[in-house]
């Protein structure tokens, strides 16, 4: 179950509610957020839990059986949003739009990247300054000092940041130049990772694991939850499969059922899905259409010279184009409802 605890709770009304759930054989972890105050407890026995609810210092509890506690939808109903600074909101009723280039490539690239994501009013830009390369010799990021020039021009435009961090000792580097922390596929399960950037009061976006199930990725948000911070986006970027005509086997099937799942905002990620270029349109218009919300891709002036991933990155006609299809889509949708 969850206990919300009320903010200005004394501690010996505290120890009392800690005692009152060991004494039916709980145990409780406690969890301090930017947004709360939570006891999770696990245990087996019986309890009626208006014994809980009557004591001092309780807001609210709530019976929650699925594994993973603090991220369920069982207790937290509305969907979550995310508030970014400067009215940028990831949330069910504003859809949101993430693009970049995979790579940073120099300072010339982000001044005219932040032009054309500011003409066609898209608020978040993606692009990596660490990169996870399948080969040791691929260009590997311009590091902190490129995302430095990365957040300088974004800042001055009103434009969000969103980047991969790769393990712990990046963290206290970047994150005053970040705004949304990106965890990619292959450290989805790297719990040292996630703990420490639970200890942030920066948002956090975790992309499902290569071949991770549902269940795997709503834990790694747990982790992350449990860690002290709630401001956390899913992402469904397609899992590895025996297919072999695209990158990935996108998994559409996913955003409804986490939605059902899960209080926390679900994003997706065409690009690294299909991975061809010409087919990014149609997947992102599918992902809006199975609730997603919002979507995050790569794009780049001239994607056939881009360091990394041109294969799958739309040039700037490409993304204007697909920018006016997404909010034509997203009105369409929201017509549905």
């Given at each position: 179950?969850?206990?919300?605890?009320?903010?200005?709770?004394?501690?010996?009304?505290?120890?009392?509610?800690?005692?009152?759930?060991?004494?039916?054989?709980?145990?409780?972890?406690?969890?301090?957020?930017?947004?709360?105050?939570?006891?999770?407890?696990?245990?087996?026995?019986?309890?009626?839990?208006?014994?809980?609810?009557?004591?001092?210092?309780?807001?609210?509890?709530?019976?929650?059986?699925d594994s993973y506690k603090l991220v369920s939808r069982k207790w937290k109903t509305n969907?979550?949003?995310?508030d970014l600074g400067d009215d940028v909101k990831i949330s069910p009723n504003e859809f949101?739009?993430?693009?970049?280039?995979?790579?940073?490539?120099?300072?010339?690239?982000?001044?005219?990247?932040?032009?054309?994501?500011?003409?066609?009013?898209?608020?978040?830009?993606?692009?990596?300054?660490?990169?996870?390369?399948?080969?040791?010799?691929?260009?590997?990021?311009?590091?902190?000092?490129?995302?430095?020039?990365?957040?300088?021009?974004?800042?001055?435009?009103?434009?969000?940041?969103?980047?991969?961090?790769?393990?712990?000792?990046?963290?206290?580097?970047?994150?005053?130049?970040?705004?949304?922390?990106?965890?990619?596929?292959?450290?989805?399960?790297?719990?040292?990772?996630?703990?420490?950037?639970?200890?942030?009061?920066?948002?956090?976006?975790?992309?499902?694991?290569?071949?991770?199930?549902?269940?795997?990725?709503?834990?790694?948000?747990?982790?992350?939850?449990?860690?002290?911070?709630?401001?956390?986006?899913?992402?469904?970027?397609?899992?590895?499969?025996?297919?072999?005509?695209?990158?990935?086997?996108?998994?559409?099937?996913?955003?409804?059922?986490?939605?059902?799942?899960?209080?926390?905002?679900?994003?997706?990620?065409?690009?690294?899905?299909?991975?061809?270029?010409?087919?990014?349109?149609?997947?992102?218009?599918?992902?809006?259409?199975?609730?997603?919300?919002?979507?995050?891709?790569?794009?780049?002036?001239?994607?056939?010279?881009?360091?990394?991933?041109?294969?799958?990155?739309?040039?700037?006609?490409?993304?204007?184009?697909?920018?006016?299809?997404?909010?034509?889509?997203?009105?369409?949708?929201?017509?549905?409802?």
């Amino acid at each position: 179950m969850i206990i919300q605890l009320q903010n200005n709770i004394k501690e010996q009304n505290k120890s009392l509610i800690l005692k009152t759930l060991n004494d039916y054989k709980f145990s409780a972890s406690e969890v301090k957020t930017q947004q709360g105050n939570y006891l999770v407890a696990i245990g087996k026995g019986e309890i009626d839990i208006r014994q809980i609810g009557y004591l001092e210092g309780v807001s609210d509890i709530h019976r929650v059986s699925d594994s993973y506690k603090l991220v369920s939808r069982k207790w937290k109903t509305n969907y979550s949003e995310i508030d970014l600074g400067d009215d940028v909101k990831i949330s069910p009723n504003e859809f949101a739009i993430m693009a970049g280039p995979c790579s940073i490539e120099s300072e010339e690239q982000i001044i005219d990247i932040v032009k054309h994501l500011k003409k066609n009013n898209v608020k978040i830009m993606r692009g990596g300054v660490f990169k996870p390369r399948s080969s040791p010799y691929s260009f590997r990021g311009l590091g902190i000092e490129g995302l430095k020039v990365f957040y300088k021009h974004c800042k001055a435009e009103g434009i969000k940041i969103i980047t991969e961090v790769m393990q712990v000792s990046q963290i206290a580097d970047m994150v005053d130049y970040v705004d949304i922390f990106q965890v990619g596929a292959r450290n989805s399960q790297n719990f040292n990772l996630l703990d420490e950037l639970g200890k942030t009061n920066t948002p956090v976006m975790i992309k499902r694991g290569l071949a991770g199930t549902i269940d795997e990725l709503l834990f790694s948000a747990e982790y992350i939850f449990s860690a002290g911070n709630e401001q956390i986006i899913l992402c469904e970027r397609g899992i590895r499969s025996y297919e072999k005509a695209y990158r990935n086997t996108l998994d559409l099937n996913a955003v409804p059922i986490l939605k059902e799942k899960t209080h926390l905002p679900v994003i997706v990620d065409p690009s690294h899905a299909i991975g061809i270029r010409q087919f990014v349109e149609p997947v992102t218009l599918a992902a809006i259409m199975s609730g997603a919300d919002g979507i995050i891709f790569e794009m780049h002036k001239q994607p056939e010279i881009a360091f990394s991933d041109g294969q799958q990155s739309l040039n700037y006609p490409e993304a204007e184009k697909l920018y006016r299809k997404i909010r034509k889509t997203y009105e369409f949708r929201q017509e549905l409802v």
